[in-house]
Every structure is written in structure tokens, then in C-alpha cells.
């Protein structure tokens, strides 16, 4: 897959996300320019609820959450 560069408003996003939740995501790569995180499953109600209440980040909706049971299949 071919990286692609984000947007700087994108860009921008990712850097107050990354600020606000640390360690508790990691960004995936993009050959779209979209913005995506792996969060463990533990961490998931947390950092949702995170991204909708932080006043810097104000979410207002969950597009897509996705699950593998099988890592080392």
C-alpha cells in the first residue's frame, strides 16, 4: 500500500486527537488520506467517549468500528 499524505486540516485533527489520547491509539496508515486508529478493545468506550466530549474535539458520530479475533490465524 502506498502512503498518502494528509490533508493539513487532517493533519491537524490527528495532531489534537494524538494529543488528548496518547498512547491509548495508534494511527493506521492511509492510501486514501483518511484519518483511522487501531484502539484496544478495553480502551474503546473511553476513548469514544474522549472524542465527543473533549471541547477540542467535539465528535459527533462513529462512522465504523471493526474487530479481528483472529490476529495469528
Avoid at 486514501?32 to 476513548?47: H, K
Wanted: glycine letters at 8%; one cysteine or more.
Amino acid at each position: 500500500m502506498q502512503s498518502k499524505d494528509l490533508s493539513p486540516r487532517y493533519a491537524a485533527l490527528a495532531g489534537a486527537i494524538e494529543a488528548k489520547l496518547g498512547s491509548r491509539v495508534e494511527r493506521l496508515p492511509t492510501s486514501t488520506g483518511e484519518l483511522g486508529y487501531r484502539v484496544e478493545a478495553s480502551g474503546l468506550l473511553e476513548v469514544c467517549r474522549t472524542l465527543r466530549d473533549a471541547p477540542e474535539l467535539k465528535f459527533e458520530m462513529l462512522m465504523d468500528v471493526c474487530g479481528l479475533d483472529y490476529w495469528a490465524y
